[in-house]
């Protein structure tokens, strides 16, 4: 089974502060995702990776940044974590968008970000 | 690009009863189709999904899901709920070919009574 694993599942952080969320998947997936999810709102794509150091906007992309330095490793990044940033944080991985793939998502357990 | 609806915010069903979430897209062409479910405190799992031939899609868990091109829907059914189906329900569809990128609908979040 695919797993895909968020280090971090509960964080409080303060106005300001930089912030790393972390996700591993361990299936070789070429494709990894950030979303984000709020009540009422549904999950809402923030950044997506098709590759290794490749990186695409999504449809929120404000006031964060990603790195992909390796395959298995997608981290999310807010650079000065604000109060409207509290949310639930969403990873997801597949394989290669290609046809025949149907692009079914994985996703992570999500990591809950509170920010006072 | 893409959308998802799903109508319904909230619904409660009594255990055992049968329970139907509506989902309805907007696409130009078939797309592909899924149903995700999450369990409060979790991400989501893949109920099931439509990628082409037959329209009515089996899912885990019990749950099934018919895709009618007429009506832009994909419906997630199941005929007698129990009372670990409460949870959060995701319709969401990808455009084929280009990023395969997915849109998710704002939820429908199911309570199960006793």
């Known amino acids: 089974d695919v797993k895909v694993t968020q280090s971090s599942r509960y964080l409080v952080k303060r106005t300001g502060e930089k912030v790393f969320l972390e996700c591993v998947q361990d299936?070789?997936?070429?494709?990894m995702f950030w979303y984000r999810q709020d009540p009422g709102l549904g999950l809402r794509l923030i950044y997506f990776s098709y590759d290794v150091k490749m990186k695409e906007k999504g449809d929120i992309p404000e006031g964060y940044s990603v790195s992909r330095e390796k395959k298995e490793r997608f981290s999310l990044i807010l650079e000065s974590a604000s109060t409207n940033q509290t949310s639930m944080y969403l990873c997801a991985s597949r394989l290669r968008a290609q046809l025949g793939n149907t692009g079914e998502l994985f996703f992570g357990e999500g990591s809950r970000l509170t920010v006072l | 690009a893409q959308s998802v609806t799903q109508p319904d915010i909230h619904i409660t069903v009594s255990e055992g009863a049968s329970l139907e979430l509506r989902c309805n897209y907007s696409?130009?062409?078939?797309?592909?189709l899924f149903w995700y479910v999450q369990s409060p405190g979790q991400g989501l799992q893949l109920l099931l999904k439509?990628?082409?031939?037959?329209?009515l899609v089996q899912g885990i868990k019990g749950f099934e899901a018919e895709f009618k091109r007429s009506q832009s829907s994909f419906n997630l059914r199941k005929p007698s709920v129990h009372w670990s189906d409460a949870a959060e329900y995701f319709c969401a569809v990808g455009a084929r070919g280009g990023d395969y990128k997915l849109s998710f609908g704002a939820g429908t979040t199911v309570t199960v009574r006793a």
């Open positions: 299936m070789d997936h070429e494709n």
């Open positions: 439509y990628f082409s031939g037959d329209t």
């Open positions: 696409y130009g062409a078939t797309p592909y």
